[in-house]
């Protein structure tokens, strides 16, 4: 007696049984392999239950932090705000990309460096991961990934972005092409870890575990933002990183002022964000105004 096509689960139910397990080669549906009869030794594993317990009670303690996660999405943590499922799952996310830190050792992000060396350098490839041609590009070293190291993985993915969706800002910033110089610029790579360290401070998500709520004013306003764009970090980030040039430029500063220009680009994103803006275009709007 055949049976009806068995409903193979979605990615949703997981992977559990092995995809070569039915034949849909066929149009008439799968296709039953017939097998000889085999005697099958069962071997009966000794039942502890100490694993049983602990299985259970890390199962119970992954339900609570869920269920915790979202009651605090939804009650707002006792600061007034309240995210929808897509907000609270897009600042987790974001947070969790702020903890991981740069391995110079993990080939992936290797190749990240080198995707950025294309970015900058077109046309000259990347023989070496240590050169002093790092340099030209606004490093400390010959050696990015001490640079990185200190930011985390993040600040290199935030320059990656703004090269691949911002090319035309990230060429105009690296070669400061715009306005009239100083003979002592500031460093394009360090200036944007900075600017990645100082909006995930504003923000108050700078160390925060995931799920946690932003503290401060201009995080809140931030999440707002969440629920039009997964990369609204990112593009808040590019914006930054314009009127921080901006600024340089309106204070003909030099090498020596960096942190103060960058302190007065911290104050004018808080008054930004602070103002509440409704998109990400409104923000860079305010951005441009100020």
Known sequence: MSSGPRRRRGAQDGLQESLLEEDYSSSSGPVSVSRPHQQQLIVHQPFSVDAFIRCVVESWLALLRTLSRCLQSLLGGGSGLSLSLVQAERLEELQERLAVPYDGANPAHQEQLRELWGLAFPGQPCEA????????????????GTDVRGAGLFGLDNLLYLGT?????????????????SDW????????LNLTFVLSELLGIAGSSPGKLPTTAAGRAFCALLAESDTAFEEVYCAAFALLDRVWLA???????????LKEVRAQLEAALQARPRSIQQLQQRLLAS
Do not use: C, I
């Not at 969706?165 to 110089?181: D, E, I």
């Not at 610029?185 to 944007?192: D, H, I, N």
């Not at 204070?251 to 220009?261: C, I, P």
């Open 185 to 192: 610029e500031y460093p394009f790579a360090v200036a944007g």
């Open 129 to 144: 991961l240590k050169t002093p041609k790092w340099k030209d590009m606004g490093w400390q070293g010959e050696d990015p």
């Open 165 to 181: 969706r911002h090319p035309v800002l990230f060429s105009q910033l690296l070669h400061k092409t715009q306005g009239s110089r």
């Open 251 to 261: 204070r003909k500063a030099s090498y020596m002022q960096f942190n103060a220009v």
